[in-house]
């Protein structure tokens, strides 16, 4: 079992930056590859980027250069840097990470971009 928290949601006008984190507790030793996804009102939940365990990362189109993951494997934490954002980006996002045969969600933390 992996346990995922995810920090550092908030309000921020366009342009402004956050920075989330996601703490990993349990089996972490299984974990492979973790992710960051969003989910805004009335849409599906969307992939924002991932990193796997060595550090090879893949972003959607809508954030490549503006956010940036990260991960610190010796506190088993990943990092979503977002930079000039945008009232798009507004949605819960989600911590994910997969053991190979299982994907663990965080309960999501809230990020609104007003205009």
């Known amino acids: 079992q992996v346990q995922l928290v995810e920090s550092g949601g908030g309000m921020v006008q366009a342009g402004g930056s956050l920075r989330l984190s996601c703490a990993c507790s349990g089996t972490v030793s299984r974990i492979n590859s973790m992710g960051w996804y969003r989910q805004a009102p009335g849409k599906q939940r969307e992939l924002v980027a991932t990193i796997t365990s060595t550090a090879r990362t893949n972003y959607s189109d809508s954030v490549k250069g503006r956010f940036t993951i990260s991960r610190d494997n010796a506190r088993n934490t990943v990092y979503l840097q977002m930079n000039s954002l945008k009232p798009e980006d507004t949605a819960v996002y989600h911590c994910?990470?997969?053991?190979?045969?299982?994907?663990?969600w965080g309960q999501g933390t809230q990020v609104t971009v007003s205009s």
């Open positions: 994910s990470a997969t053991t190979g045969i299982y994907m663990y």
